[in-house]
């Protein structure tokens, strides 16, 4: 494991270009250019937010950032697992030519969609600085540990989607439904009391989604820092999909070529 992950370090320069080429060819020939990553998620934040905020007897202000922290959040890791899996297929043209580590095409996409999270949660700090100003505190930092923690999340899962992928064609598809699920019982959009309301605290407490949201919505939304219990919960999801994302890799990683 530790040679392969030199083997990962020492590829940085060919999966950094990559990367940079695929922020660059997102918004090549766009008149906003990078500030669509802001724009859409606040578009679509506000108009949820006019609807969830009178079904739920909530302010617009309120609970606009609720709705965009998991947006923007939710939205990397649906965008980075479900185009993990078929990051081996497109990077076939690569993988027949060169010897590097398979994991680095997944890499690609982590650091891509993280640079995007970047700049999308800039509107997050803006709102909630206007209409929070008091929860502004140390508690802050804490919120910034959301992107490695992302990252060392979506990487395995991205990866062990990938393996898959590349044998069975049809999991980006399979995906989509199971990430669409997976939306509908966790609090991305959902504020927790609607959960608890319901006697649906397991869809809570033993849901790693909320531990991971919680991450970034206790210190901005609310000026706590996150439980320890959160972090647990992450870091325990990091060592299941990390485990399960080398296991299938021992296996598959010289196989994947047969099938590209």
Request: hydrophobic share 55%.
């Amino acid at each position: 494991m530790l040679d392969y992950m030199k083997d990962v370090w020492a590829a940085r320069y060919f999966w950094w270009h990559l990367s940079m080429s695929d922020l660059r060819a997102r918004w090549r020939r766009s008149f906003f250019g990078v500030f669509w990553s802001i724009l859409q998620p606040l578009g679509l934040t506000l108009l949820l937010s006019l609807v969830f905020s009178n079904i739920f007897g909530s302010t617009l202000g309120a609970y606009a950032p609720y709705i965009l922290s998991g947006m923007i959040v939710w939205e990397y890791v649906t965008t980075t697992v479900i185009g993990g899996a078929s990051a081996f297929v497109q990077a076939a043209p690569y993988i027949k030519q060169t010897k590097h580590p398979l994991a680095i095409y997944t890499l690609r996409n982590v650091l891509t969609g993280l640079c995007v999270l970047g700049m999308a949660s800039t509107a997050l700090i803006i709102w909630v600085l206007v209409v929070f100003p008091q929860n502004l505190s140390w508690s802050w930092f804490a919120a910034v540990t959301i992107f490695p923690v992302l990252a060392m999340i979506a990487w395995p899962w991205a990866t062990l989607m990938a393996y898959i992928g590349t044998r069975f064609r049809d999991l980006p598809h399979a995906l989509g439904l199971v990430m669409q699920a997976m939306w509908f019982v966790s609090p991305i959009y959902f504020e927790t009391s609607v959960f608890r309301k319901g006697n649906l605290h397991v869809l809570l407490d033993y849901n790693p989604i909320y531990h991971l949201l919680q991450i970034i919505r206790a210190p901005l939304l609310n000026g706590e820092w996150p439980t320890a219990a959160n972090y647990l919960w992450c870091f325990g999801t990091i060592v299941a999909l990390s485990t399960a994302a080398v296991l299938v890799g021992r296996f598959a990683e010289k196989r994947a070529i047969f099938y590209l």
